[in-house]
């Protein structure tokens, strides 16, 4: 492709303001919620015009899976190594990026309550969530099959109970789950 | 008091209509958000006029909590007998209400969203869901001093633990958890 069929991919000023736009609806998002979140107020609070905002996406949805998917992510999953470890180390940085009010854990609210009412969002949550849950099954299952994990449970099950506590404790709960104490939930499972 | 000073105490008409409107308050609020619910929406889905609302609440969240308090509980919680027996009974339980559209299931995302940017919202949300973990609290901390779960982990991590998963299922995922599965969450904690 030439710079002229697609300019998007190669003008930093259009990268700029995609990632100006896709700050703004994530800021949106978690201070106003989906429903009350507009395109209108996405571009005014990113000092866009609402074409700008409508040239790279399609509408609400659309932009909040870009912003979400683009969002900072500096996660390394290790992929070798004991599977304590493993968990250890990707249940700690969930712990920590759930207490992140500024960054997608403020979002998961309004996920949530849109998932309620909402059937593209609900969708879109949910393949969401699986996606991120995703990568910890693989290392449960990891440890299934290496014999580290010896319940009869399976490892979606397992899964849910490492991870359950830490959504439980930001959604339901003043008190963010403390990264030191996820190696208790781990004791559990090995 | 006599009839004449308290007449809300008596009169079956008015415990009628206090039941109507708390039901149509827990409807609205799971279709439409806490935001974007108002007294007017409420009285006019329960047939009133907002002043008969304003008669007996002070306003949405005063509403709210009388309606969620007031709701169907038929939770009869076990006593005594096996610590493991009580935990099974009231999870069971917890992950039938959970997959119940109809009832306070249907109105935790719309507190969850509303505790993200509404104080009032979030204190009463936690303060609630608090008091509905206090009885499972109790269980686990009975089994702890009965000898019957000997882990080294405290009552409010283990309960979190128990229930973490049901509410992970609801608020994060397409499927909610089969009460059949609870007692594999149990096996891991006693």
Same mark, same amino acid.
């Given at each position: 492709?030439?710079? =002229?069929?697609?300019?998007?991919?190669?003008?930093?000023?259009?990268?700029?303001?995609?990632?100006?736009?896709?700050?703004?609806?994530?800021? =949106?998002?978690? =201070?106003?919620?989906?429903?009350?979140?507009?395109?209108?107020?996405?571009?005014?609070?990113?000092?866009?015009?609402?074409?700008?905002?409508?040239?790279?996406?399609?509408?609400?949805?659309?932009?909040?899976?870009?912003?979400?998917?683009? &969002?900072?992510?500096?996660?390394?999953?290790? @992929?070798?190594?004991?599977? $304590?470890?493993?968990?250890?180390?990707?249940?700690?940085?969930?712990?920590?990026?759930?207490?992140?009010?500024?960054?997608? @854990?403020?979002?998961?609210? &309004?996920?949530?309550?849109? @998932?309620?009412?909402? =059937?593209?969002? +609900?969708?879109?949550?949910?393949?969401?969530?699986?996606?991120?849950?995703?990568?910890?099954?693989?290392?449960?299952?990891?440890?299934?099959?290496?014999?580290?994990?010896? $319940?009869?449970?399976?490892?979606?099950?397992?899964?849910?109970?490492?991870?359950?506590?830490?959504?439980? +404790? +930001?959604?339901?709960?003043?008190?963010?789950?403390?990264?030191?104490?996820?190696? &208790?939930?781990?004791?559990?499972?090995?």
């Amino acid at each position: 492709m030439d710079a =002229e069929s697609s300019p998007d991919l190669i003008d930093p000023r259009v990268e700029r303001s995609r990632r100006v736009i896709c700050r703004a609806a994530i800021e =949106e998002l978690a =201070e106003v919620g989906y429903g009350a979140m507009t395109i209108e107020s996405i571009a005014k609070r990113a000092g866009v015009s609402k074409a700008t905002v409508y040239r790279h996406w399609d509408g609400k949805l659309d932009l909040v899976a870009s912003a979400l998917a683009t &969002a900072k992510d500096d996660l390394v999953v290790p @992929s070798s190594g004991p599977v $304590r470890d493993r968990l250890t180390h990707i249940l700690r940085y969930l712990a920590e990026r759930l207490d992140d009010d500024n960054g997608i @854990s403020a979002c998961i609210p &309004a996920l949530v309550s849109a @998932s309620q009412y909402d =059937e593209s969002v +609900r969708d879109f949550h949910h393949h969401n969530s699986r996606r991120h849950r995703q990568v910890i099954i693989d290392i449960v299952q990891a440890g299934i099959d290496a014999g580290e994990i010896t $319940r009869s449970t399976d490892a979606d099950l397992i899964t849910e109970i490492l991870v359950g506590p830490l959504f439980y +404790r +930001r959604l339901m709960t003043p008190t963010p789950f403390d990264p030191d104490q996820v190696e &208790a939930i781990i004791d559990l499972v090995l």
